[in-house]
């Protein structure tokens, strides 16, 4: 079928399911230490940040970048895999046509640029770096690091969309020097915890200034309109890049600070007039004729419902990654089966409710919307928004 996507609940038809396979490590550097600043910092448990946070400085191997590398255990990665077949399965059941990024080689461990060195990690989080704008492909300009080259590991799939007729366009490339990220935001924070401080950036030859650093994943697509969050000068270059590359065809509605980054665990569009929204606070940053839509939202969990880890096991998102849902149509959602009273609720409000099982969304930084990039749905370039 032909590349056509246009927002984030109708029946979806082809998707693709990011992989962990050779996941080996994370690297702390200041690309990392600033996109995951939030969750480090502020929100989890103040009496547990100690023990999910250890220092930077107490941690693994110097990487030849100067950052410092943290092993993920196999066994965590063996489960992971399983977990992302039976997505992959479940997907499968429902009709959806499945595609796979290329797994990374074992032996590339790392990647350079004239710039800087980095580890390699797969293309798991795919729907971080590219959007999908009806019918073009669009790489955005990635915001880590290690993930600088992860949309080649979805080229053939790219590939064979284009031969189909799809647009496929690619944000600048970033140099990514430590000039090129503004430490606004980082800095004037006030979340606490035990986070490493963002020091000042170190010159390059390189330098240019604040460069577009923008993820995908600060999209929401709702038809005709995008709602794109932007907390860094870095988010709005690739805001304004976008806007132009987009006139005409697309309306983006500009939200602020909603989040340090992605706004998929902040707040989803289940359906035409129906949000999942972390807290009714949420609202108060989005574009108007959204304040009117129903929202649900999720309730406290009774129990803690993540495994327990150990202390050198980083810890990548908040408790509230649960909310990562993915809709395969208007009245269907998948959700952690890890999440009785959230599924309890959907069901409330009308949605059938597929629980598939997703143990460690919190060591590899994503859930089920995370995971997926939905290249076909049946949607068109409908209003939603007037």
């Known amino acids: 079928m032909s590349l056509n996507s246009y927002d984030e609940w109708s029946p979806l038809k082809e998707v693709i399911v990011g992989s962990a ?54 066994r965590y990665v063996a489960e992971l895999n399983e977990d992302l077949q039976g997505l992959v399965d479940t997907l499968t059941s429902l009709g959806v046509t499945v595609h796979r990024p290329t797994d990374v080689d074992p032996s590339t461990v790392e990647m350079r640029t004239p710039a800087w060195s980095a580890s390699v990690v797969p293309a798991l989080n795919i729907r971080d770096n590219t959007l999908i704008a009806g019918d ?13 080259f992860e949309t080649q590991l979805l080229k053939p799939v790219f590939q064979e969309y284009f031969r189909r007729g799809a ?22 924070s006030r979340a606490g915890g035990p986070m490493e401080p963002i020091e000042d950036p170190q010159p390059s030859r390189y330098d ?56 998929d665990s902040m707040v989803l569009a ?20 959204l304040r009117k ?6 309730p406290t969990p009774e129990t803690y419902g993540f495994p327990q ?30 999440c009785p ?15 598939v099982r997703h143990r460690h969304r919190r060591l590899f930084g994503g859930g089920f919307h995370c995971f997926t990039l939905d290249t076909v749905r049946e949607g068109g370039l409908e209003d939603y928004l007037d």
């Open 21 to 74: 396979e050779n996941y080996i490590s994370h690297e702390r550097e200041l690309s990392f230490e600033l996109f995951f600043h939030d969750n480090i910092a502020g929100d989890n448990d103040a009496a547990r940040l100690e023990w999910y946070y250890p220092r930077l400085r107490s941690r693994g191997g110097a990487a030849p970048s100067g950052g410092t590398r943290v092993p993920v255990k196999p």
């Open 136 to 148: 073009e492909i669009i790489e955005t300009s990635p915001m880590i690091r290690s993930r600088y």
């Open 167 to 188: 647009r496929w366009s690619v944000m600048p490339r970033p140099l990514m020097t430590d000039a090129s990220f503004d430490l606004s935001y980082a800095r004037s």
């Open 208 to 263: 240019v200034g604040h460069e577009m650093l923008f993820d995908a994943a600060q999209c929401l697509r709702f038809g005709r309109d995008i709602v794109a969050n932007i907390s860094t000068r870095n988010h709005e270059l690739g805001v304004d890049w976008l806007e132009r590359h987009l006139e005409g065809r697309f309306r983006i509605h500009r939200v602020h600070k909603l989040s340090d980054s992605h706004i």
């Open 270 to 289: 289940l359906r035409p007039g129906t949000l999942l929204c972390r807290s009714e606070a949420v609202l108060d940053f989005l574009p108007e004729p």
């Open 293 to 298: 839509w129903d929202v649900i939202i999720p």
């Open 309 to 338: 880890y150990e202390d050198d096991d980083l810890i990548l998102t908040s408790q509230y990654i649960d909310l990562n849902v993915l809709s395969v149509g208007p009245d269907t959602v998948l959700v952690n089966e890890a």
């Open 341 to 355: 009273e959230l599924m309890r609720k959907l069901e409330r409000h009308g949605f059938t409710v597929v629980p």
